[in-house]
């Protein structure tokens, strides 16, 4: 990626946030100039169109997401401990709004996946099935782990008006409830899928 001006810069962070808050087909280019602080003429000099700041944006942000999916891709750290790092830096991705903003796109336009590297397998699913051929796991379905790992890690965001009310949280009390959450995903999914008299390394 080549590097950019802190005018571009603003102009991007200001999109993203306008973006993620009402995707493509509600985010307006006047919105954007608005939140950069800047004329609209200034925008359009730098990014022609809506539709090339959102694929520039679209484009970061999977990008950023793929740093995240690349923690399976190293074999080097104790499983565990790796699992808790991706749900610690997966809960954080998930809470800037850009993985909800990544699926609601992809969803109104399937075609911005047409023209991207696909691979074989994910590598979550490589990478625990050697885990399993080792014999550290039990012989679990892993695409449900791999399903109740993302809902697991999503649901509470997704629903947390509700769960505020029901737990009788303000949102500072949530906010801090969430800190600890991903560790306790982490817990029960060990706990759900390793063989409890067998060694926790790769």
């Given at each position: 990626?080549?590097?950019?001006?802190?005018?571009?810069?603003?102009?991007?962070?200001?999109?993203?946030k306008i973006f993620e808050a009402s995707g493509y087909n509600g985010a307006r280019m006047q919105q954007i100039?608005?939140?950069?602080?800047?004329?609209?003429?200034?925008?359009?000099?730098?990014?022609?169109?809506?539709?090339?700041?959102?694929?520039?944006?679209?484009?970061?942000?999977?990008?950023?997401?793929?740093?995240?999916?690349?923690?399976?891709?190293?074999?080097?750290?104790?499983?565990?401990?790796?699992?808790?790092?991706?749900?610690?830096?997966?809960?954080?991705?998930?809470?800037?709004?850009?993985?909800?903003?990544?699926?609601?796109?992809?969803?109104?336009?399937?075609?911005?996946?047409?023209?991207?590297?696909?691979?074989?397998?994910?590598?979550?699913?490589?990478?625990?099935?050697?885990?399993?051929?080792?014999?550290?796991?039990?012989?679990?379905?892993?695409?449900?782990?791999?399903?109740?790992?993302?809902?697991?890690?999503?649901?509470?965001?997704?629903?947390?008006?509700?769960?505020?009310?029901?737990?009788?949280?303000?949102q500072a009390a949530f906010d801090a409830f969430l800190e600890h959450y991903p560790q306790h995903v982490a817990?029960?999914?060990?706990?759900?899928?390793?063989?409890?008299?067998?060694?926790?390394?790769?």
């Amino acid at each position: 990626m080549s590097s950019v001006t802190d005018s571009e810069q603003k102009i991007l962070d200001a999109a993203k946030k306008i973006f993620e808050a009402s995707g493509y087909n509600g985010a307006r280019m006047q919105q954007i100039a608005d939140e950069a602080g800047i004329s609209k003429a200034s925008l359009h000099y730098y990014f022609r169109s809506k539709e090339n700041l959102f694929e520039r944006i679209f484009s970061e942000t999977m990008e950023e997401f793929m740093k995240v999916l690349s923690t399976w891709e190293d074999d080097t750290e104790d499983w565990e401990l790796k699992l808790r790092v991706f749900l610690v830096e997966f809960f954080k991705f998930l809470r800037t709004n850009s993985l909800l903003f990544i699926l609601r796109e992809i969803n109104r336009n399937p075609d911005l996946l047409a023209n991207r590297p696909k691979k074989k397998k994910v590598g979550f699913m490589n990478y625990f099935e050697r885990l399993q051929e080792k014999g550290i796991l039990k012989q679990v379905d892993l695409q449900l782990v791999y399903v109740f790992m993302h809902s697991l890690c999503s649901y509470p965001l997704i629903n947390q008006i509700i769960f505020k009310r029901t737990l009788k949280m303000d949102q500072a009390a949530f906010d801090a409830f969430l800190e600890h959450y991903p560790q306790h995903v982490a817990d029960f999914l060990i706990l759900s899928i390793k063989h409890s008299n067998k060694k926790t390394k790769i």
